[in-house]
């Protein structure tokens, strides 16, 4: 098991103060990318990948958020962000979509975007009914960063237990593969209605 530092994902997502008054409540908009697995769940596998955002997080949801995780801890983030309404929906080919349930756009100051989203994981019943160690990683994070043309790279963190650890004061993201996925050639796409 690794455990990484990675701040700036998950705190754009749950303590980053300063998204609050940077973000974007844009139009929907859909993304595609390249996803390359290269953890130790699926070696190798990739894959296209849609993610969809009908609609962006407001800043009280995300304020929510944020006290949930300090209050009471990350079994009670799991459960506000699965009562969050849907944001939107991520996708393989030839598969259903399964619900977003965060999404803040940040914009950069290179004209790009920094995209956050989080949800909780898809969980089969197999893996309920046995209660299998992956049970204990319920979240997905993705971060995306686009340049002004909307095109650029993120990373999806598929199994992952979030934590706080205290005496450093930062959040930590412990994945249940070792690495995450990779997002190569993103691409944004307004949505039209």
């Given at each position: 098991?690794?455990?990484?530092?990675?701040?700036?994902?998950?705190?754009?997502?749950?303590?980053?103060?300063?998204?609050?008054?940077?973000?974007?409540?844009?139009?929907?908009?859909?993304?595609?990318?390249?996803?390359?697995?290269?953890?130790?769940?699926?070696?190798?596998?990739?894959?296209?990948?849609?993610?969809?955002?009908?609609?962006?997080?407001?800043?009280?949801?995300?304020?929510?958020?944020?006290?949930?995780?300090?209050?009471?801890?990350?079994?009670?983030?799991?459960?506000?962000?699965?009562?969050?309404?849907?944001?939107?929906?991520?996708?393989?080919?030839?598969?259903?979509?399964?619900?977003?349930?965060?999404?803040?756009?940040?914009?950069?100051?290179?004209?790009?975007?920094?995209?956050?989203?989080?949800?909780?994981?898809?969980?089969?019943?197999?893996?309920?009914?046995?209660?299998?160690?992956?049970?204990?990683?319920?979240?997905?994070?993705?971060?995306?960063?686009?340049?002004?043309?909307?095109?650029?790279?993120?990373?999806?963190?598929?199994?992952?237990?979030?934590?706080?650890?205290?005496?450093?004061?930062?959040?930590?993201?412990?994945?249940?593969?070792?690495?995450?996925?990779?997002?190569?050639?993103?691409?944004?796409?307004?949505?039209?209605k």
């Amino acid at each position: 098991m690794v455990r990484r530092m990675v701040c700036g994902l998950c705190a754009g997502v749950v303590l980053a103060a300063s998204l609050a008054s940077a973000q974007t409540m844009g139009q929907p908009e859909r993304f595609t990318a390249w996803a390359v697995n290269m953890g130790t769940i699926g070696t190798g596998a990739n894959s296209t990948v849609q993610i969809q955002i009908d609609r962006w997080s407001t800043d009280a949801e995300r304020e929510a958020l944020i006290n949930t995780f300090l209050e009471q801890g990350p079994d009670k983030l799991l459960s506000a962000l699965q009562k969050n309404r849907k944001v939107g929906f991520i996708r393989l080919p030839n598969s259903l979509g399964y619900d977003l349930r965060f999404a803040r756009a940040v914009e950069g100051e290179d004209g790009g975007r920094r995209i956050i989203i989080a949800t909780d994981r898809r969980i089969s019943f197999q893996e309920a009914r046995s209660q299998a160690r992956t049970m204990d990683y319920p979240f997905t994070l993705i971060e995306m960063r686009l340049n002004k043309d909307g095109e650029g790279e993120g990373k999806m963190a598929v199994a992952t237990k979030i934590t706080l650890n205290k005496k450093t004061n930062t959040v930590e993201l412990e994945n249940y593969s070792s690495e995450p996925v990779r997002l190569q050639n993103v691409r944004a796409e307004p949505i039209k209605k």
